[in-house]
């Protein structure tokens, strides 16, 4: 009886190159949690609210009402100080940005 024969994995080798690097779905959706989760733990270590993420309708919508509103010193042009009170108003209204 002979004994059994042992292979050994090859040891690697300094001029062997690197194996390619594989990004498929998985890992890249695997990054990005983690990526979301490391941002929040750091916003809460620094006590800061972590925001809470908004869906791509939800940021269209955003985009959307912020372009309709005018900009609030556009009705204040000649600069006129007895204008300010109204552009206050205007703005605490969300009458414009």
Do not use: F, H, Y
């Not at 062997?16 to 990005?32: F, I, K, S, T, W």
């Not at 609210?49 to 908004?54: I, L, S, V």
């Amino acid at each position: 009886m002979t004994s059994p024969q042992v292979l050994a994995a090859p040891a690697p080798s300094a001029s062997a190159p690197p194996r390619p690097l594989r990004l498929g779905d998985d890992v890249m959706r695997q990054a990005a949690r983690d990526s979301i989760a490391e941002t929040r733990r750091l916003a809460a270590e620094a006590g800061l609210p972590a925001e809470r993420d908004r869906s791509s309708d939800e940021r269209l919508a955003g985009a959307v009402e912020q372009a309709v509103k005018p900009d609030c010193l556009a009705s204040n042009a000649g600069g006129s100080l007895l204008s300010i009170p109204l552009i206050a108003l205007q703005a605490l209204r969300q009458k414009c940005n």
